[in-house]
């Protein structure tokens, strides 16, 4: 018996996911005009997100997604403070008070940037223990990154947007993450929705109808 | 378990830089906060809707007694949000000697039983969290 029959070969370390099976980068990562790459890729993620995350490339890193993550963040927040500014009966405390609209304007970046990181990081946790998936922290980073990047702007549309764009990231986060990591869809739904009800999640789901309640509210005090 | 040690590839994410970053950037914001920028305080929409604490519910709070150096208070503030401080401490000083020892990263790779088992552990503590908060009357 010679010794290569005795001695599996040395141990290789696992070999980075390529961009192949037919995965491309998002119109995002691709060369042109930043407002039209912008707008196609929410496009792309907000009305065909299945086909959208079944092409992503998986790899790529994480700046490009984490810009257009927090472009679609502030674009939605400012749009959302000028509805308010707009509405005839005003907007909420903060939008009026200058000091905590300046607060909010260089925490809201950096609070988002901090929590992609950890909600991704969650997301691929559960990913891998409730889905079985071999993927890297990378895939589920760039999911979580384009489907905010792409609902948030959502948030300018007045008394619905949140609502709306809380429950179509849901949605769209439940198929990028069954396409990109190549898990069943049940599975991914339960790894998404898991934090969503455990864990205050459903301010998501019911942020939106709060603020339309309290702007009914408001509305009903000024009409009577 | 096989816990293996080894060097990072050429375009690898470098996990230890990534996390000490995002652990250094979060205590800053929350140190900021602490400092007296004011933002509007946080409804949990689950107690507004049901009258129960969410296993998020005194998150805030808990950190801003770790801030204080209050650990006790942490502890009972959100046990959950508690110990996940306590690992990511644990985590900076292991990835602060790797970062400036360049050292070869940890990279261990669990089967699929000890991937069942850490799963039904996390839940456990969820749920053990939940159940603590809930007794505790909050």
């Known amino acids: 018996m010679s010794d290569a029959q005795n001695f599996p070969p040395p141990p290789v370390p696992p070999p980075l996911p390529g961009p192949g099976n037919g995965r491309v980068p998002p119109a995002w990562e691709q060369p042109g005009a930043a407002l039209q790459r912008f707008v196609e890729t929410a496009r792309r993620v907000l009305t065909e997100p299945a086909s959208f995350y079944k092409a992503m490339s998986r790899q790529g890193g994480l700046g490009p997604p984490l810009v257009f993550a927090v472009v679609g963040i502030v674009v939605g927040s400012l749009g959302s403070f000028l509805t308010q500014l707009m509405m005839p009966f005003g907007g909420f405390g903060m939008a009026h008070d200058a000091g905590g609209f300046a607060a909010a304007l260089v925490l809201v970046p950096i609070i988002s940037v901090i929590g992609l990181f950890i909600g991704s990081g969650i997301l691929h946790v559960l990913l891998m223990l409730v889905a079985g998936s071999k993927q890297t922290y990378e895939t589920s980073f760039r999911v979580l990154a384009y489907t905010v990047g792409s609902t948030s702007p959502l948030n300018i549309v007045p008394f619905v947007g949140g609502i709306i764009g809380g429950v179509w990231a849901l949605v769209v986060l439940i198929l990028g993450s069954a396409e990109a990591h190549e898990v069943p869809q049940g599975r991914a739904a339960v790894a998404v929705l898991l934090p969503a009800v455990v864990c205050c999640g459903l301010g998501v789901l019911f942020g939106g109808a709060l603020l339309a309640l309290i702007f009914g509210a408001a509305a009903a005090g000024l009409a009577s | ?138």
Request: net charge positive; charged share 15%.
């Open chain 2, 1 to 138: 378990v096989i816990a293996g040690w080894r060097r990072l590839q050429p375009g690898e994410l470098d996990h230890e830089r990534l996390w000490m970053l995002v652990g250094i950037a979060a205590t800053g914001v929350l140190l900021a906060l602490r400092m007296g920028a004011s933002l509007p305080p946080v409804v949990c929409p689950f107690k507004l809707l049901t009258g129960w604490p969410c296993v998020g519910c005194g998150t805030t709070r808990a950190f801003v007694a770790l801030a204080d150096g209050a650990v006790g208070t942490a502890v009972r503030l959100n046990p959950l949000v508690t110990l996940a401080a306590g690992a990511w401490l644990a985590w900076a000083g292991y990835a602060g000697i790797v970062l400036l020892g360049d050292f070869p990263r940890l990279r261990p790779a669990l089967s699929r039983g000890t991937q069942r088992r850490a799963a039904w552990t996390v839940l456990a503590t969820v749920v053990a969290t939940w159940i603590f908060l809930m007794a505790d009357g909050r």
